[in-house]
């Protein structure tokens, strides 16, 4: 199934992300502005953001999940992430999808946040 199937679908896709992308990086610091509230780590050095696609067009997809179902922000973190991201410059639509395929880990945080958190 390719990305755009998985979309049509309603079943986000855990797939590479676009890193290659001209604005790849732009779109990694955008997610970094957002914090879960309960945690002071951003969400993409928490491991929170699974897959970032960008097309030609500058049409984001944003796979991601959060550290629990139960996430007292599971409605707004979306949204909080689609506004960081279209703010930029060359993002013409983002498109945050949530998951909990494959369940979020402590392990799949960043050094630095483990650091950040004193797991290290």
């Given at each position: 199934m390719?990305?755009?199937?998985?979309?049509?679908?309603?079943?986000?896709?855990?797939?590479?992300?676009?890193?290659?992308h001209?604005?790849y990086?732009?779109?990694?610091?955008?997610?970094?502005?957002v914090?879960?509230p309960?945690i002071p780590?951003?969400?993409?050095?928490l491991?929170?953001?699974?897959t970032?696609?960008?097309?030609d067009?500058?049409?984001?997809?944003?796979v991601?999940?959060?550290?629990a179902p139960g996430?007292?922000?599971?409605?707004?973190?979306?949204?909080?992430v689609?506004?960081?991201?279209?703010?930029?410059?060359?993002?013409?639509?983002?498109?945050?999808q949530m998951?909990?395929?494959?369940?979020?880990?402590?392990e799949m945080?960043s050094?630095?946040?483990?650091?950040?958190l004193?797991?290290?």
């Open positions: 390719s990305f755009t199937e998985a979309k049509i679908e309603g079943t986000p896709l855990i797939a590479p992300s676009t890193i290659e001209p604005l990086d732009s779109v990694v610091e955008a997610c970094r502005t914090f879960d309960e780590v951003n969400i993409f050095d491991g929170l953001v699974y970032i696609r960008i097309d067009q500058g049409v984001v997809d944003i991601m999940t959060l550290t996430c007292p922000v599971a409605g707004e973190m979306p949204g909080w689609a506004d960081a991201v279209n703010a930029l410059p060359g993002v013409k639509q983002v498109d945050v998951t909990f395929e494959p369940q979020w880990g402590m945080m050094d630095e946040a483990r650091l950040e004193g797991f290290m």
